[in-house]
């Protein structure tokens, strides 16, 4: 991957994974809570390329839950979208921000690479 700011690569990030169609088939990692909440994926691109996504914020998890604020406020979380590969640039922003029900969390882009490598499809975080 050439070398881009962080912004640029955020954004392409963003088009490759609505360009990707129906996510669950291109999902090589689901990460989730001790408690069992999705707190992020890794899908793979069909250039080979790893997005990682996220919701910050308060957001439900599933068809059955519910987001933990009132009616009307608009809070719904916000995504997050990388590459995990930063190009050029090594171990530039290993931290990536993810979050669930559980509350904001911290990953490692280094370490959700290599739960890719080793062919892991979860990834349990506490």
């Known amino acids: 991957m050439e070398q881009l700011s962080p912004g ?3 954004d392409r990030a963003h088009a490759a994974l609505a360009a990707l169609g129906p996510r669950h088939e291109r999902t090589r990692l689901e990460v989730r809570c001790a ?5 992020a994926a890794v899908m793979e691109s069909p250039d080979g390329l790893l997005i990682y996504a996220t919701t910050i914020g308060p957001h ?3 068809s059955n839950d519910r987001v933990d604020t009132g009616h ?11 590459f995990l590969d ?5 171990n530039q922003e290993d931290d990536l921000p993810a979050g669930c029900e559980c509350g904001p969390r911290t990953l490692s882009r280094t370490a959700l690479t290599d739960a890719v490598a080793k062919r892991a499809r979860h ?3 506490d």
């Open 8 to 10: 640029e690569r955020r």
């Open 35 to 39: 408690s069992g909440h999705h707190v």
């Open 60 to 62: 439900s998890h599933g």
């Open 72 to 82: 009307g406020t608009g809070a719904h979380g916000r995504p997050f979208v990388d």
């Open 86 to 90: 930063t190009g050029d640039i090594p």
């Open 123 to 125: 990834l349990l975080v």
